[in-house]
Nanobody, 118 residues
Framework: QVQLVESGGGLVQAGGSLRLSCAAS????????MGWYRQAPGKQRELVAG???????NYADSVKGRFTISRDNAKNTVYLQMNSLEPEDTAVYYC????????????WGQGTQVTVSS
């Protein structure tokens, strides 16, 4: 099974930057895509950014132009560079890995808190 460990969260002022990292276990051969979700209290968990095995990316409209997802296959790590952070970005950020074989299954990291102050 795939294990995901996130790091890089913290407290920053509005306009600041953070880079989140998600290190995956070596058993990633069946993973189709990885991404970052976030969930604020009382809100639905939402997709922030995703990256497929082929390298295709997609972003939530709210973070386009500010966040960048990338990967380092040699290190089995996915990153989320977050710039121009806003208070609305405050949430717990979760790394996600999606497998499609033999059926769709999502693996989740433990979550890392991102807090953006005004």
């Amino acid at each position: 099974q795939v294990q995901l460990v996130e790091s890089g969260g913290g407290l920053v002022q509005a306009g600041g930057s953070l880079r989140l990292s998600c290190a995956a276990s070596e058993s990633t051969a069946t993973i189709n895509a990885m991404g970052w979700y976030r969930q604020a209290p009382g809100k639905q968990r939402e997709l922030v950014a995703g990256i497929s095995r082929s390298g295709s990316t997609n972003y939530a409209d709210s973070v386009k132009g500010r966040f960048t997802i990338s990967r380092d296959n040699a290190k089995n790590t996915v990153y989320l560079q977050m710039n121009s952070l806003e208070p609305e970005d405050t949430a717990v950020y979760y790394c996600n890995a999606r497998s499609l074989v033999p059926y769709q299954y999502d693996y989740w990291g433990q979550g890392t808190q991102v807090t953006v102050s005004s």
